[in-house]
């Protein structure tokens, strides 16, 4: 462990470290642990959960940047909007490495920025810069994906042995030779039979939409059904926001706005 957190004030536009006593994270194992210790710390009573002083957690483990298998995973620790408690969701990649290297456990960020900016952890040190020129701009460079093939290859992440990232190949048609990582199988029950939808291009291109807005394919593709069904209802009509949502194969699960 690196005895220490990088607290950014998104407010003030300011950074510090908070140190961890030894005895804390014996105590707290793991960044779930020390999350769930962590947040009670710095969690104001009855704080609204979408307000400021809400604190997103990251934080890496006590294996993450060796070779133990499966250490590459880092946890975010919030107070959860949906039920007003705890919330905890994992992740894997290189963002808890890039952490560590930079010598932190985990970033504690809170606070509200009145512009857009973007946090810089390099061997500059640590800076919040200006992010005006990407505001607005898909997270990804890839437009559209083809039909849903052959799997290439597989990928996993560092210090990982399960390689569960299926790499998928268009080997046909008018995306032939796309690529791209997946879909997988929330993405295809979410977009797919939820929606009663049996195109695969089709939910790959929702895919590739929600990964380009940032969005979460398991939560848009239950609130694409429920809008759905409010039509299907009469409870929405055209002219209000999302003019229409369309059903059935071949269909994109997508709204006219």
């Not at 962590?38 to 809400?54: E, H, I, R, Y």
């Not at 399960?162 to 791209?180: D, F, N, Q, R």
Request: charged content about 25%; overall charge positive; glycine content about 14%.
């Amino acid at each position: 462990m690196c005895g220490k957190l990088l607290d950014i004030d998104l407010t003030s536009g300011k950074t510090r470290e908070i140190g961890i006593a030894d005895e804390t994270t014996r105590k707290y194992l793991g960044g779930r642990g020390l999350g769930a210790r962590l947040l009670f710390d710095l969690l104001p009573a009855k704080t609204d959960p979408l307000s400021a002083d809400n604190p997103l957690i990251f934080l890496t483990g006590p294996f993450t940047g060796s070779m133990a298998p499966g250490s590459s995973k880092f946890v975010v620790v919030t107070k959860s909007p949906l039920t007003n408690g705890w919330c905890d969701s994992y992740s894997s990649g290189r963002i808890s490495l890039e952490i560590k290297k930079a010598g932190y456990d985990g970033l504690v960020i809170r606070g509200r920025s009145n512009h857009p900016c973007y946090l810089r952890l390099g061997d500059r040190g640590v800076e919040i810069r200006e992010a005006g020129r990407l505001w607005g701009k898909a997270l990804g460079k890839i437009d559209s994906v083809g039909v849903y093939k052959s799997v290439k290859s597989h990928r996993a992440c560092q210090s990982c042995f399960v390689h569960c990232s299926l790499v998928t190949e268009a080997a046909e048609g008018k995306y032939k030779g796309a690529t791209m990582e997946g879909p997988e199988y929330e993405t295809l029950g979410m977009f797919g039979s939820n929606l009663l939808i049996d195109s695969l291009p089709t939910i790959i291109q929702a895919n590739v939409l929600c990964d380009k807005l940032g969005l979460d394919t398991i939560s848009a593709g239950n609130v694409i059904g429920f809008a759905m069904e409010c039509f299907e209802k009469g409870l929405l009509t055209p002219g209000r926001p999302g003019q229409r949502a369309v059903r059935g194969r071949g269909k994109s699960p997508a709204y006219d706005r």
